[in-house]
Nanobody
Framework: QVQLAESGGGLVQAGDSLTLSCAAS????????MGWFRQAPGKERELVAR????????DYADSVKGRFIIARDNPKYTVYLHMNSLKPEDTAVYYC???????????????WGKGTQVTVSS
């Protein structure tokens, strides 16, 4: 089973940019749709962005549209989340996930990374 490892989180100021990376362990990465989720304390985990296995289809939560970009590099087994104009409300643990379903339906198994903390100060 493919394993995922996030990196790139940290403490930044409002308005800053940050790029998260999620490295998959093997070539099966390209068979999965990938997504970035986040969870803030006391809140439910939410889908931030998703990208289909070929990389040509993407979708974003309304809260990040125009600010975040999801991208993938299949030969490098890596998916990225480019975050711009960060706001304090973006503070959360960000998780990378893989799923055979682009919609991340719970009917399909989701594979999760361990998460990386993003903290945006004002």
């Amino acid at each position: 089973q493919v394993q995922l490892a996030e990196s790139g989180g940290g403490l930044v100021q409002a308005g800053d940019s940050l790029t998260l990376s999620c490295a998959a362990s093997d070539h099966t990465f390209s068979t999965y749709a990938m997504g970035w989720f986040r969870q803030a304390p006391g809140k439910e985990r939410e889908l931030v962005a998703r990208i289909n296995r070929g990389g040509g289809g993407t979708d974003y939560a309304d809260s990040v549209k125009g600010r975040f970009i999801i991208a993938r590099d299949n030969p490098k087994y890596t998916v990225y989340l480019h975050m711009n104009s960060l706001k304090p409300e973006d503070t959360a643990v960000y998780y990378c996930a893989a799923c055979f379903d682009y919609g991340f339906s719970t009917s399909y198994k989701r594979i999760w990374g361990k998460g990386t903390q993003v903290t945006v100060s004002s």
